[in-house]
C-alpha cells in the first residue's frame, strides 16, 4: 500500500487528527479484495439480517424500564394528578429539602 491519501490531508483540528489515525489504523489492519463480495452482517440479531425491532432495541439498551407508567398514565384521575404522580415516581418533585439543596427559599417542615 502505498497511502496516497494521506497527503489529502492538511491543516484540521486535533479531533482531525484522531480521526485521521483511526483510519489509518484501520487501514493497516483491513485487508479489502477487490473481487471480493460485500458481506454485510448486522451484529444485533442471531441472524446477521437488519431488523427494524432489533435496531430499536440496540437503540434503547441499557434504558431504564419504568414499570408503574400504565398504572399512572391509565387511570382514570385528573391530568395534573398524573403529572404530579409521574414527577413524584422520578423523584422530581420539588418538596422542601429539593428547595434546600438548590438554596431556594422552602418551608422548614411540612405544610401537610
Not at 482531525?16 to 473481487?35: G, K, R
Not at 458481506?39 to 430499536?56: M, P
Amino acid at each position: 500500500m502505498d497511502h496516497r491519501w494521506v497527503q489529502d490531508i492538511s491543516g484540521g483540528s486535533g479531533i482531525a487528527l484522531y480521526d485521521f489515525l483511526d483510519v489509518w489504523d484501520l487501514d493497516i489492519i483491513v485487508q479489502l479484495h477487490p473481487n471480493a463480495e460485500d458481506d454485510h452482517r448486522w451484529r444485533f440479531t442471531e441472524s446477521n439480517q437488519y431488523l427494524a425491532k432489533s435496531a430499536d432495541v440496540a437503540f434503547f439498551n441499557g434504558a431504564v424500564n419504568f414499570e408503574p407508567w400504565e398504572f399512572i398514565w391509565k387511570s382514570w384521575v385528573p391530568k395534573k394528578y398524573q403529572f404530579f404522580l409521574w414527577l413524584a415516581a422520578h423523584d422530581r418533585c420539588w418538596t422542601a429539602d429539593t428547595l434546600a439543596r438548590r438554596g431556594l427559599p422552602h418551608p422548614n417542615q411540612c405544610p401537610l
